[in-house]
């Protein structure tokens, strides 16, 4: 989708310098929010990667099985979602076999660098993390240390014991059952070696706690690429938090970018150009601006 060429051209009288300078702001504008996020699912078999996946996002995005892996290769998902679409990476599940993780290996190898968010989902009631502790190490981790944002979401918790306790009404953990969570989230987080903040307690069958997921995810990310991902999660999952956070990301970036297409004294024609575009394109490709 184009951010509406039109709104530029009617700006006459300007120097082939400034046409220029338009048209690169410009470009980058299309390419910032029409920008397709590339989210990559990991975990084991059984952790509800495509249960998650569907809480988040919506719709069927893929099939969904208790029995075995379904997805043997990487599956790319393509969803439309508004204006634009989100693209999932379902990799097979892990530890299925010490063959079949060797053959993983190099697939998570050539995939990772190209995601924009890496999401490891774990079965929180299960006790045995230790496979995706060292698959992560020895195979995840080396992609990660760029600063490519990863969370580790800790999916399931409403069948942590005490299951008993858990509230159907409201849909939120007892006090013993949020303190066993609490347990096994600073446990993976220190398997894992990784900051308590990116463990996300949720349970997607039961839409728990995905608004704190969406946050987590939003607040990794890069400042220009915030406001597509936002985009594209459910409205039910969108905070006003992350929603403003995803607006100074994006102005942020626009400033940036301004300054490296225009230098730091813009003028009134650029200023003309920025209060057009948030006004006519970044609300009308937006809905929730």
């Given at each position: 989708?184009?951010?509406?060429?039109?709104?530029?051209?009617?700006?006459?009288?300007?120097?082939?310098?400034?046409?220029?300078?338009?048209?690169?702001?410009?470009?980058?504008?299309?390419?910032?929010?029409?920008?397709?996020?590339?989210?990559?699912?990991?975990?084991?078999?059984?952790?509800?990667?495509?249960?998650?996946?569907?809480?988040?996002?919506?719709?069927?995005?893929?099939?969904?099985?208790?029995?075995?892996?379904?997805?043997?290769?990487?599956?790319?998902?393509?969803?439309?979602?508004?204006?634009?679409?989100?693209?999932?990476?379902?990799?097979?599940?892990?530890?299925?076999?010490?063959?079949?993780?060797?053959?993983?290996?190099?697939?998570?190898?050539?995939?990772?660098?190209?995601?924009?968010?890496?999401?490891?989902?774990?079965?929180?009631?299960?006790?045995?993390?230790?496979?995706?502790?060292?698959?992560y190490h020895n195979v995840v981790k080396?992609?990660?240390?760029?600063?490519?944002?990863?969370?580790?979401?800790?999916?399931?918790?409403?069948?942590?014991?005490?299951?008993?306790?858990?509230?159907?009404?409201?849909?939120?953990?007892?006090?013993?059952?949020?303190?066993?969570?609490?347990?096994?989230?600073?446990?993976?987080?220190?398997?894992?070696?990784?900051?308590?903040?990116?463990?996300?307690?949720?349970?997607?069958?039961?839409?728990?706690?995905?608004?704190?997921?969406?946050?987590?995810?939003?607040?990794?990310?890069?400042?220009?690429?915030?406001?597509?991902?936002?985009?594209?999660?459910?409205?039910?999952?969108?905070?006003?938090?992350?929603?403003?956070?995803?607006?100074?990301?994006?102005?942020?970036?626009?400033?940036?970018?301004?300054?490296?297409?225009?230098?730091?004294?813009?003028?009134?024609?650029?200023?003309?150009?920025?209060?057009?575009?948030?006004?006519?394109?970044?609300?009308?490709?937006?809905?929730?601006?």
């Amino acid at each position: 989708m184009k951010t509406q060429v039109d709104l530029f051209d009617h700006l006459v009288e300007l120097s082939e310098q400034q046409k220029e300078q338009i048209e690169r702001l410009k470009y980058w504008l299309d390419q910032t929010l029409t920008y397709e996020p590339k989210v990559g699912i990991l975990g084991k078999t059984g952790a509800g990667k495509s249960s998650l996946c569907n809480a988040l996002f919506g719709g069927s995005v893929a099939r969904v099985s208790n029995v075995e892996s379904c997805t043997r290769t990487p599956q790319e998902i393509r969803i439309k979602v508004g204006s634009g679409s989100i693209k999932l990476v379902d990799f097979p599940g892990i530890a299925e076999s010490r063959d079949r993780d060797a053959e993983y290996r190099d697939l998570y190898s050539k995939w990772l660098p190209d995601l924009d968010v890496v999401l490891w989902v774990l079965n929180a009631h299960t006790r045995d993390f230790l496979q995706d502790e060292e698959f992560y190490h020895n195979v995840v981790k080396f992609h990660l240390r760029q600063g490519k944002p990863f969370v580790i979401v800790l999916n399931q918790v409403d069948i942590v014991t005490p299951s008993r306790e858990w509230n159907e009404k409201d849909r939120q953990p007892g006090y013993q059952q949020q303190e066993n969570i609490a347990a096994k989230q600073k446990f993976i987080a220190e398997k894992f070696k990784v900051d308590p903040v990116v463990v996300v307690p949720v349970s997607a069958m039961e839409r728990y706690n995905l608004v704190s997921l969406v946050e987590t995810i939003t607040y990794a990310l890069p400042k220009e690429k915030k406001a597509p991902f936002v985009d594209k999660v459910k409205e039910e999952n969108r905070s006003e938090r992350v929603k403003e956070d995803a607006k100074q990301g994006f102005f942020e970036a626009l400033g940036e970018q301004i300054g490296e297409v225009v230098g730091s004294k813009p003028g009134k024609v650029i200023g003309s150009v920025i209060g057009k575009v948030v006004d006519n394109v970044v609300k009308r490709l937006f809905k929730w601006w």
